[in-house]
């Protein structure tokens, strides 16, 4: 029997499983796939597509918002992500402006190490790759120009030699930067073409996503030195590196700390007498399980699974927390809650379910 029962592997589902083991609890987590952390940019915003602050973002919540508690599960997600050599930049009394893929601003509120925000004025260096075409540096630049026309750009291409039987992806380039010689001889070759092609100082150079997966901290690192100039990825599309990069660092975390995973598994039904939860059922490769556990959280997507499971809502179970789950008359912008939603309902979920597992308190408080 387990402590806590994670269900969903996506941002909130892995945070969860982390918190809750990091309180001592024997976890386990449950994905039927991976989430749609795979589908992002890996930056936390307040509201996906939208410049909001935090007073937009509780209205848009429905929260009565904690001040306090907000920083602190911001604070422990900053902490996370230093321990798993993938640091995140930003606070929550401001957004900055990242650059797309497509060459547009996005103002967020968190974001990787590799992602710097662009200068109103300066000069920018764009750099892609001819096999890749999700990212054209030209189309980039036109829409740059618009956003911020004070500044300067310049376009270089590079040829990365990559072959493939499908498209070149971002992801593709990133694991090829892993390799020190390859990485090397495009950082050199690159501020060959810098020297020629620039005659004014450089102030950042944007990548496409492709800065290392399993060597990032090195690769951004060695960029930086290489080029003795900011440099910042700007994700288009999925597949994209900094997503994958979180995805796998939250992954291998939890599994390093201890955290047992049930992947392609189904949840089929639960096993609840009166107020709680005991077990749920769960079928992976033609076989049926029991999974049995003290307490449950269902972090995975919009509704409760429980209710899209059972077809029935409950709200009088002692042991089964909602993390991640919106009221159905909140809209969601693309199908996705934000990142800093997911940040403070994994925390806020998680305290609430160690505090009951005490028997300290047994219902949800207000963020």
């Known amino acids: 029997m387990y402590d806590t029962v994670v269900i969903g592997q996506g941002l909130t589902g892995l945070l969860t499983a982390i918190y809750a083991n990091q309180y001592g609890q024997k976890t386990a987590l449950v994905a039927k796939g991976t989430g749609k952390l795979l589908q992002s940019t890996g930056v936390m915003d307040f509201i996906p597509g939208k410049q909001a602050d935090i007073r937009q973002w509780a209205e848009h919540v429905n929260y009565t918002v904690n001040t306090d508690g907000l920083q602190s599960a911001v604070n422990s997600f900053q902490f996370l992500m230093e321990e798993i050599h993938l640091p995140y930049e930003g606070s929550l009394s ?13 103002w967020t509120t968190l974001y990787p190490a590799a992602m710097k925000p662009v200068p109103a004025k300066g000069s920018v260096v764009i750099v892609g790759f001819d096999e890749l075409t999700d990212f054209v540096p030209e189309y980039v630049k036109a829409n740059l120009a618009l956003e911020r026309p004070n500044l300067t750009i310049h376009t270089i ?19 090829r930067m892993d390799d020190a010689y390859e990485r090397t001889q495009l950082l050199s070759e690159l501020k060959v073409r810098i020297t020629a092609d620039c005659n004014d100082k450089v102030d950042l150079i944007v ?55 049930y992947e392609n598994s189904e949840v089929t039904g639960f096993d609840v007498q009166q107020d709680k939860v005991f077990g749920i059922q769960t ?28 077809g029935e809502s409950r709200n009088d179970l002692k042991n089964y ?24 309902e994994s925390a806020h979920t998680t305290s609430n379910m160690n505090r009951s597992l005490k028997g300290s308190e047994t219902s949800a408080e207000t963020v």
């Open 94 to 106: 401001e957004n900055v402006p990242l650059l797309t893929g497509a060459g547009y601003l996005k």
């Open 157 to 175: 291409r590079l040829e990365k030699k990559v072959s493939t039987v499908r498209p070149v992806s971002q992801v593709d380039i990133a694991y």
């Open 207 to 261: 990548f496409p996503s492709i800065l290392g997966i399993r060597q990032h901290a090195t690769v951004l690192k060695e960029t930086e030195s290489a080029l003795n100039t900011p440099v910042t990825e700007a994700p288009g599309l999925p597949p994209n590196a900094s997503a994958l990069r979180l995805f796998q660092g939250l992954r291998q975390h939890a599994i390093r700390s201890g955290v047992r995973f």
């Open 283 to 310: 079928q992976a490769n033609g076989k049926t399980h029991q999974i049995t556990g003290k307490s449950f959280i269902s972090a995975g997507g919009h509704r409760s699974l429980l209710e899209t499971v059972e």
């Open 321 to 344: 927390w909602n993390a991640g789950v919106f009221p159905d008359e909140v809209p969601l912008q693309y199908g996705l809650i934000g990142g800093m939603y997911a940040i403070l």
